[in-house]
């Protein structure tokens, strides 16, 4: 069984920067990880992602702005966000073990955080 416990959500400036938190409980080798989000009224949205081996996936809204890296002695994923933009605001969450795409959705990673929200202010 593997928890997921997301943190560092906020509000921030146009422009500004946050990073997010994953502490991971339990056995992930082996899975692809990453970041999804999720604003009212729209569908989940992939944001990055790192499959088994390592490599990074971003979604292009994100690319060159977020970078999403894991700390294993830690057993934390993290998601450095720059330049954030008021169509970043939402409800962020740590996914993990599924389809490894950006272009997926809930139904397609079997464990979730419960989700932590960024506020971008225009």
């Known amino acids: 069984q593997v928890e997921l416990v997301e943190s560092g959500g906020g509000s921030v400036d146009i422009g500004g920067s946050l990073r997010l938190s994953c502490k991971v409980h339990?056995?992930?080798?082996?899975?692809?990880m990453g970041w999804f989000r999720q604003s009212p009224g729209k569908e989940i949205e992939g944001v990055a992602l790192?499959?088994?081996?390592?490599?990074?996936i971003y979604n292009d809204p994100v690319k060159g702005r977020f970078l999403i890296s894991k700390d294993n002695a830690e057993s934390t994923l993290y998601l450095q966000m720059n330049g954030l933009k008021p169509e970043d605001s939402g409800t962020y969450y740590c996914?993990?073990?599924?389809?490894?795409?950006?272009?997926?959705?809930?139904?397609?990673?079997?464990?979730w955080g419960q989700g932590t929200q960024v506020t971008v202010s225009s």
């Open positions: 339990g056995s992930t080798y082996g899975f692809c």
């Open positions: 790192i499959d088994s081996r390592g490599s990074l």
């Open positions: 996914a993990a073990n599924g389809i490894c795409s950006v272009k997926r959705g809930r139904e397609d990673f079997e464990y």
